[in-house]
């Protein structure tokens, strides 16, 4: 069980959220107090491990007296505001977003999107083929995880993670300005050839599956990954002392990929190599 310090107490600040009265902590976003309250407000590139980058523009709501619609990821919620979730207007916002996004790149691994676009009545086949923003095959340089364009929304997660707000190893960055900006490493060369480290970081904060396991591209490409079938234990990471808490994702009997809970106070759903991909001896039988 992972331990939840106690933090600062923080005055509630009280406004209208769709009619109803909301009261939450000082500093919380609209869109804490949307999921405080039950209400499903999508969003792709709201991270909880990193600061907002308000990029997808898919969790747009209208917050009384602003000229334009407001994202919930990062706007934080004021005293007596007035907000409003799901009008006409966002929902049109949210259509027209999730429209662009699956016309443009694939998002068939991004969990909830398929949800969405049934929800809002999104036809992300209107802007027909020449909408793909890239089409090239995924990269496999490495044994440890895949890069696939074809899936990367530019959200800038990785990045961020890769940089300032978690690792600070700056092997990922934009390449490239307007529609030419993709994500790369130097030179946009092989992961092997750049300052990665391997600690799959960028892996856990993305959200469309444009970064991801190699066990699971592997497993994708072979038509026998299943979540349902599998388990998820977490335990404790035996490489070192610092005791981060590692989720062991488990089908047929194998360990087929690695995160951490998010809310560990230590690591943050963060891991080094070691403890994101080094599980191969728990599963040598010989």
Same mark, same amino acid.
Request: with cysteine.
């Given at each position: 069980?992972?331990?939840?310090?106690?933090? +600062?107490?923080? =005055?509630?600040?009280?406004?209208?959220?769709?009619?109803?009265?909301?009261?939450?902590?000082?500093?919380?976003?609209?869109?804490?107090?949307?999921?405080?309250?039950?209400?499903?407000?999508?969003?792709?590139?709201?991270?909880?491990?990193?600061?907002?980058?308000?990029? *997808?523009?898919? $969790?747009? +709501?209208?917050?009384?007296?602003?000229?334009?619609?407001?994202?919930?990821?990062?706007? =934080?919620?004021?005293?007596?505001? +007035?907000?409003?979730?799901?009008?006409?207007?966002?929902?049109?916002?949210? %259509?027209?977003?999730?429209?662009?996004?699956?016309? /443009?790149?694939?998002?068939?691994?991004?969990? #909830?999107?398929?949800?969405?676009? %049934?929800?809002?009545?999104?036809?992300?086949?209107?802007?027909?083929?020449?909408?793909?923003?890239? @089409?090239?095959?995924?990269? +496999?340089?490495?044994?440890?995880?895949?890069?696939?364009?074809?899936? $990367?929304?530019?959200?800038? %997660?990785?990045?961020?993670? *890769?940089?300032?707000?978690?690792?600070?190893? &700056?092997?990922?960055?934009? /390449?490239?300005?307007?529609?030419?900006?993709?994500?790369?490493?130097?030179?946009?060369?092989p992961l092997t050839d750049s300052a990665c480290v391997y600690c799959g970081n960028c892996i856990e904060v993305c959200p469309t599956g444009a970064l991801s396991?190699?066990?699971?591209?592997?497993?994708?490409?072979?038509?026998?990954?299943?979540?349902? =079938?599998?388990?998820?234990?977490?335990?404790?990471?035996?490489?070192?002392?610092?005791? *981060?808490?590692?989720?062991?994702?488990?089908?047929?009997?194998?360990?087929? %990929?690695?995160? #951490?809970?998010?809310?560990?106070?230590?690591?943050?759903?963060?891991?080094?190599?070691?403890?994101? &991909?080094?599980?191969?001896?728990?599963?040598?039988? @010989?």
């Open positions: 069980m992972t331990a939840i310090p106690l933090g +600062v107490p923080r =005055r509630l600040v009280e406004f209208t959220l769709d009619g109803q009265e909301a009261r939450v902590p000082e500093g919380s976003t609209i869109l804490d107090a949307c999921r405080a309250a039950g209400k499903d407000v999508p969003t792709l590139c709201q991270g909880d491990t990193l600061t907002p980058k308000n990029a *997808c523009r898919v $969790c747009v +709501v209208e917050v009384e007296g602003a000229r334009t619609l407001a994202p919930a990821c990062s706007r =934080r919620a004021e005293q007596g505001m +007035v907000v409003r979730t799901d009008t006409e207007r966002a929902r049109h916002s949210r %259509k027209v977003v999730l429209e662009l996004l699956a016309s /443009s790149v694939d998002l068939s691994t991004t969990p #909830s999107v398929a949800q969405w676009i %049934k929800e809002y009545e999104a036809k992300p086949d209107r802007f027909g083929p020449d909408a793909a923003r890239v @089409d090239e095959e995924p990269r +496999v340089d490495n044994d440890l995880y895949v890069r696939d364009y074809g899936k $990367c929304i530019l959200c800038y %997660k990785c990045v961020d993670a *890769c940089g300032d707000q978690w690792q600070n190893s &700056f092997a990922i960055s934009v /390449s490239g300005r307007g529609f030419d900006a993709r994500i790369a490493v130097e030179h946009d060369g396991f190699k066990s699971e591209f592997d497993m994708r490409a072979a038509g026998t990954w299943d979540e349902e =079938r599998q388990t998820a234990t977490t335990t404790v990471c035996a490489y070192c002392g610092v005791g *981060c808490n590692l989720t062991l994702h488990v089908q047929d009997n194998e360990i087929v %990929k690695v995160t #951490s809970p998010h809310d560990n106070p230590v690591t943050h759903g963060n891991l080094c190599i070691k403890g994101r &991909f080094g599980y191969q001896h728990v599963q040598n039988r @010989d």
